[in-house]
């Protein structure tokens, strides 16, 4: 059973950082791409960053990039997401997501984490 858990959000000024960690289990990590997710009240959800099996192949939304960084440490079955010079936009639940491919991709996978609520004040 794959489970995904998430951790390091919370409440955060205008131009801060906060660090996010997923945790995997129940598969072989290094044979997936992983991403992070955001969903927004009222909104839809929309892809953060996504990393390819190995990390040597990133995607970041335009809207983050230049500001957040994903990594992997496949030795902790583990994916970070750095997020610096957070603006009021970026306040948002937070997904972790295990992708259907090694490969680099903005299509999510069936599997989901429970999600960590960033906040990011004016």
């Known amino acids: 059973q794959v489970r995904l858990v998430e951790s390091g959000g919370g409440l955060v000024q205008a131009g801060g950082s906060l660090r996010l960690s997923c945790a995997a289990s129940?598969?072989?990590?290094?044979?997936?791409?992983m991403g992070w997710f955001r969903q927004a009240p009222g909104k839809e959800r929309e892809v953060v960053a996504t990393?390819?099996?190995?990390?040597?192949?990133?995607y970041y939304a335009d809207s983050v990039k230049g500001r957040f960084t994903i990594s992997r440490d496949n030795a902790k079955n583990t994916v970070y997401l750095q997020m610096n010079s957070l603006k009021p936009e970026d306040t948002a639940v937070y997904y972790c997501n295990l992708q259907p491919t090694i490969l680099i991709t903005t299509t999510p996978g069936p599997y989901w984490g429970q999600g960590t609520q960033v906040t990011v004040s004016s």
């Open positions: 990393i390819n099996w190995s990390g040597s192949s990133t």
């Open positions: 129940g598969r072989t990590f290094s044979n997936y791409a």
